[in-house]
């Protein structure tokens, strides 16, 4: 299995360009949008191109977009320009969306936070502590992120959830469920597989008819590499001070903990939806 490393995700998703800002505090006066407007046509053509070939910026005040461009290239090799609708992918941003669909099963009452993961993934090994979906969520499990496991290259291409989850699940605890927080990729592996099994559904069908949909984002996707979405950027590693073309990581591999790619433009929907109440109750947010 070839893991989600997380520091060349984020080297990956920095040099596709992908910048999102939401800017929450109020300015007053369109004079003042007008500014920040004119400073970000300055500072942005100045500070990208030390690190990507195109980005695309989105900044929004009181609810309202008042900054959108595209700067740059989003394929070198044919000279294509970047646009402010093109869509990336988004990496560990996915887990936002898994963990929503986590928690609109709790507040349905089909799991409780509290539950063992035992409850849902039987044969996964009891390491001496009860871990539960809330340390999932939050990241406090102690499971072992299998971006740090060896592995042969050529293991697997495509996974299944199960397989994704035989490939990590015999690791040693890193630490007390609960004790500590240490970021890890399994844990929200874990959660969309304990997602299929109390749904009885794929993970990409339930996050389009549950969470995409009733959030408006119609640029937003699971990956799927037999869909013909053109407005993708070129992806692009930096080697030894040059760009190269990014092998991409395959979707079975990121699943839930990466496996989702959107616009600018949606993801500022997203965070409208969060509390608004469309996706779940916003008190449990917090």
Known sequence: MQPCQHNNMTKLFTILGFLF??????FGQTKQDKKIKTALDELIPKRFPAIAPGCVVLVAKAGKVIY??????????????????MIFRIGSITKQFTAISILQLVEQGKIHLQDSIQKYIVDYPYKGYKITIENLLTQTSGIKDYM??????????????????????????EFKPGSQFKYS???????GSILEVVTGETYADYLQENVL????LNNTYYIDTSKNITNIPQGYSRFDGKLEKATLQNVTTIYAAGGIMSSVEDLFKWHQALYSNKLINHELLS
């Open 68 to 85: 959108k461009k595209a700067f740059g290239t989003a394929n070198l090799e044919s000279n294509i320009p970047m646009e402010p609708n």
């Open 185 to 191: 990729n399994s844990n929200y592996y874990l959660l």
């Open 148 to 173: 740090a496991i060896s592995n042969p290259a050529d293991e697997r291409t495509n996974y299944t959830p199960k397989q994704g989850v035989d490939y990590f699940k015999n690791e040693p605890l």
């Open 21 to 26: 800002l939401l800017c929450a505090i109020s």
């Open 213 to 216: 949909d009733k959030a408006g």
